[in-house]
């Protein structure tokens, strides 16, 4: 074991209180050395000497390093520096072997996609003079009659919009690059969720963002805490999750929905409402874009609701902002695969989307009972249409301890750090993915492996 210290010339270059130059400096040394879990902190009161600070403010430091996931703590055994994964809760990994278990993605179940892909591309292939349109070029926002089928099919949604508003994109994710890319530049203070989808966060670190977090609840994000922030730091935007919120699968209420509508209307923060598998949820309240228009981006996507695959999604955008994105998709892109919509659009108009959509519901109501027969005793947080559980973890446990020990027997996980957002605390959870296994017996084997390491001691430290 290897002890990792500090001088006080390394805290002196940071600034801040005691406490958090000595935690910055920590920080500083963790990413740019070549560490791993069998680096351990040194005792708090040699530190303290050697520094020349009380105990309580090397203790602060260490707390300041675990809230923020660099280290861990274990009575009785020290502090230890948790081996760092930035990238791990937004990667899809190019081979997955065969023994192995993930439920670390939340992808749409395959049922029918298959055939139905099979028959539409043999319609297609019938069709000549619809291939020739579809190999054109055309407005970056898409064909019209595809945007045109897509906003009549949002309608039983209660999604009341019009053709002209819709850009079509490469899915969710691209959606958020394009508002983003439009909205921002570098440097803009943009919020979000505490715990927020990795994909965001990716895109936000790229576009060099001030990403600042906001306090959750039960009900999402705290308005007090986003005023808080409006007032101190007059965001550019606010990202949310509002509906099964990735990774809590909490639900924002009408009457929350309606606060944050009207704090970003007085702080004029446009809102970014990410909504890839909100579709999903039955008696759902209005989306936020329902209640300001002008000032909501809407993001949705087929590559969740129908199949990762056909990477079709949209955006709705105010008028004002159109123009703006337009640019953004025209720069990347041009314009985004016409075929890939077009086969979105004939499952909207003969009614496989809809069939999909109910084999999906079928699939997660029945993996969900599954979850709750096996981890009952460890109070699961989940919704029957949710892609995901999340589940918060006994004292003994530490999030990124837990996923190392199951991915060791073949199980894959995402850990809380994953989907954390500036220095909060992170709570000690993990997220466990449905949707995305093919057999329920798998599931069940693997949810059984989790319970039971749950129920046991955690590993000690390498080389203790």
């Known amino acids: 074991m290897t002890i990792l210290w500090i001088n006080p010339e390394q805290v002196n270059e940071q600034t801040g209180?005691?406490?958090?130059?000595?935690?910055?400096?920590?920080?500083?040394?963790?990413?740019?050395?070549?560490?791993?879990?069998?680096?351990?902190?040194?005792?708090?009161?040699?530190?303290?000497?050697?520094?020349?600070?009380?105990?309580?403010?090397?203790?602060?430091?260490?707390?300041?390093?675990?809230?923020?996931?660099?280290?861990?703590?274990?009575?009785?055994?020290?502090?230890?520096?948790?081996?760092?994964?930035?990238?791990?809760?937004?990667?899809?990994?190019?081979?997955?072997?065969?023994?192995?278990?993930?439920?670390?993605l939340g992808i749409a179940p395959l049922t029918e996609q298959p055939l139905?892909?099979?028959?539409?591309?043999?319609?297609?292939?019938?069709?000549?003079?619809s291939l020739a349109l579809l190999m054109g070029y055309y407005s970056e926002q898409g064909m019209p009659h595809q945007r045109e089928i897509i906003a009549n099919w949002l309608q039983q949604f209660n999604l009341i919009t019009s053709a002209d508003r819709l850009l079509l994109t490469n899915g969710g994710q691209h959606g958020v690059n394009i508002v983003i890319?439009?909205?921002?530049?570098?440097?803009?203070?943009?919020?979000?969720?505490?715990?927020?989808?990795?994909?965001?966060?990716?895109?936000?670190?790229?576009?060099?963002?001030?990403?600042?977090?906001?306090?959750?609840?039960?009900?999402?994000?705290?308005?007090?805490?986003?005023?808080?922030?409006?007032q101190k730091y007059q965001p550019r935007a606010i990202y949310l999750n509002p509906t099964l919120h990735n990774p809590t699968t909490h639900t924002t209420p009408t009457e929350r929905r309606q606060q944050i509508i009207d704090i970003a209307n007085q702080y004029n923060t446009w809102i970014i409402e990410d909504d890839v598998q909100?579709?999903?949820?039955?008696?759902?309240?209005?989306?936020?874009?329902?209640?300001?228009?002008?000032?909501?981006?809407?993001?949705?996507?087929?590559?969740?609701?129908?199949?990762?695959?056909?990477?079709?999604?949209?955006?709705?955008?105010?008028?004002?902002t159109l123009p703006l994105l337009a640019r953004s998709l025209r720069a990347n892109c041009w314009l985004t695969p016409p075929i890939t919509h077009e086969i979105a659009c004939r499952w909207l108009q003969d009614g496989s989307a809809n069939k999909?959509?109910?084999?999906?519901?079928?699939?997660?109501?029945?993996?969900?009972?599954?979850?709750?027969?096996?981890?009952?005793?460890?109070?699961?947080?989940?919704?029957?249409?949710?892609y995901h559980i999340w589940l918060p973890l006994p004292p003994i446990w530490q999030a990124q301890e837990l996923h190392n020990a199951l991915a060791q027997e073949n199980i894959d996980i995402t850990p809380s750090a994953s989907f954390a957002v500036g220095n909060a605390p992170i709570p000690q959870?993990?997220?466990?993915?449905?949707?995305?296994?093919?057999?329920?017996?798998?599931?069940?084997?693997?949810?059984?492996?989790?319970?039971?390491?749950?129920?046991?001691?955690?590993?000690?430290?390498e080389d203790w």
């Open 116 to 129: 139905l892909l099979s028959q539409t591309l043999k319609q297609l292939s019938q069709q000549p003079e």
């Open 278 to 320: 909100g579709i999903l949820q039955q008696s759902r309240p209005p989306a936020l874009y329902n209640y300001a228009p002008e000032r909501v981006f809407y993001i949705g996507s087929f590559s969740k609701l129908l199949a990762g695959g056909l990477r079709s999604g949209w955006i709705i955008s105010p008028k004002s």
């Open 17 to 104: 209180p005691s406490y958090q130059r000595i935690a910055k400096a920590y920080i500083e040394q963790i990413k740019t050395s070549t560490l791993t879990q069998k680096n351990q902190l040194p005792p708090q009161r040699q530190l303290a000497d050697r520094l020349g600070v009380t105990v309580g403010t090397v203790s602060r430091a260490y707390k300041r390093l675990e809230d923020q996931g660099y280290v861990y703590g274990h009575v009785g055994r020290g502090t230890f520096v948790r081996q760092q994964q930035p990238d791990n809760g937004f990667q899809i990994p190019q081979h997955v072997a065969t023994n192995r278990i993930d439920l670390s």
């Open 356 to 386: 999909l959509i109910q084999l999906q519901l079928s699939t997660l109501t029945r993996r969900h009972q599954i979850a709750e027969n096996i981890l009952s005793s460890f109070n699961p947080i989940s919704h029957p249409q949710s």
């Open 181 to 230: 890319a439009s909205l921002c530049k570098p440097g803009d203070t943009v919020l979000c969720e505490q715990l927020n989808y990795p994909g965001f966060i990716a895109s936000a670190r790229q576009h060099r963002l001030q990403l600042l977090g906001v306090q959750l609840d039960e009900k999402g994000i705290m308005p007090d805490h986003f005023e808080a922030l409006c």
């Open 429 to 461: 959870a993990i997220r466990i993915s449905i949707s995305h296994i093919i057999e329920d017996n798998q599931l069940i084997q693997a949810l059984q492996k989790i319970s039971e390491r749950l129920k046991s001691i955690p590993p000690e430290p």
